[in-house]
């Protein structure tokens, strides 16, 4: 089955800076690759996602990059700021799956 | 709000005992996810229901079983609990059966003593 890896775990930045978080896949049958954001106390919201027919995406100060030879995909978040501390985590998907498979999560913590 | 709603918010029960989580879809969403979230195991995927079928299983126990009703909300039933079935439990919703924009629920936290 397909298996996701996420790094880093954690991700301590200043306001201001920029974040990228980087995911890995397994499933070279993989084509979609949503990422949520999960703030405390809430469910995990959908942020960004792309297909594997587009190689970047961008949506404001957030954006996707994918990577279909080397199996990877990140997300880059630029001009961080407080409101984007929360959990964010990657998943991978296959044509014809019901199923995302869901890295671990990477806890990102924007300094004021 | 995604749309989801979960219910109960929080949960608190004894070894032992059984309990129903339900989940009301979006408006729409004939996809319902079950998925149990812990600290050390990240989310898990526990199992899909389409328009009141089962689609797909991942890591549920036997002790967990799920139905999706024909008004289309669904209830998550877990007996026998134990210490270990403390996390929370996430449904989400989508339009279709793969591929689609899942909507999760807030959650429902369970605590087993």
């Known amino acids: 089955g397909e298996n996701v890896e996420q790094h880093p775990s954690t991700l301590s930045v200043q306001e201001g800076d920029s974040a990228v978080i980087k995911c890995t896949y397994s499933?070279?049958?993989?084509?979609?690759f949503p990422w949520y954001k999960q703030e405390l106390g809430k469910g995990p919201q959908l942020i960004i996602d792309?297909?594997?027919?587009?190689g970047e995406k961008k949506d404001q100060r957030i954006a996707v990059t994918l990577n279909k030879t080397a199996k990877h995909f990140s997300l880059h978040i630029t001009e961080t700021q407080p409101e984007d501390s929360a959990v964010y985590f990657c998943?991978?998907?296959?044509?014809?799956?019901?199923?995302?498979?869901f890295g671990r999560g990477t806890s990102l913590i924007v300094h004021p | 709000d995604s749309g989801v709603t979960q219910t109960p918010k929080h949960l608190i029960t004894a070894t032992g005992q059984r309990v129903t989580l339900r989940c009301s879809p979006r408006?729409?969403?004939?996809?319902v996810y079950w998925y149990q979230q812990s600290l050390d195991q990240g989310l898990q995927f526990l199992i899909q229901?389409?328009?009141?079928?089962?689609?797909a299983k991942g890591n549920i126990l036997e002790r967990f079983s799920a139905q999706q009703f024909p008004d289309l909300h669904s209830e998550l039933n877990l007996s026998s609990l134990e210490l270990g079935d403390s996390a929370l439990y996430f449904c989400?919703?989508?339009?279709?059966?793969?591929?689609?924009?899942?909507?999760f629920g807030q959650g429902t936290r369970l605590t087993v003593v």
């Open positions: 229901y389409y328009n009141g079928e089962e689609r």
């Open positions: 989400a919703s989508s339009l279709g059966q793969g591929n689609t924009e899942a909507f």
């Open positions: 792309i297909r594997s027919n587009v």
């Open positions: 499933d070279s049958a993989s084509n979609y």
């Open positions: 408006s729409g969403d004939l996809s």
């Open positions: 998943a991978a998907m296959r044509g014809g799956s019901y199923i995302p498979t």
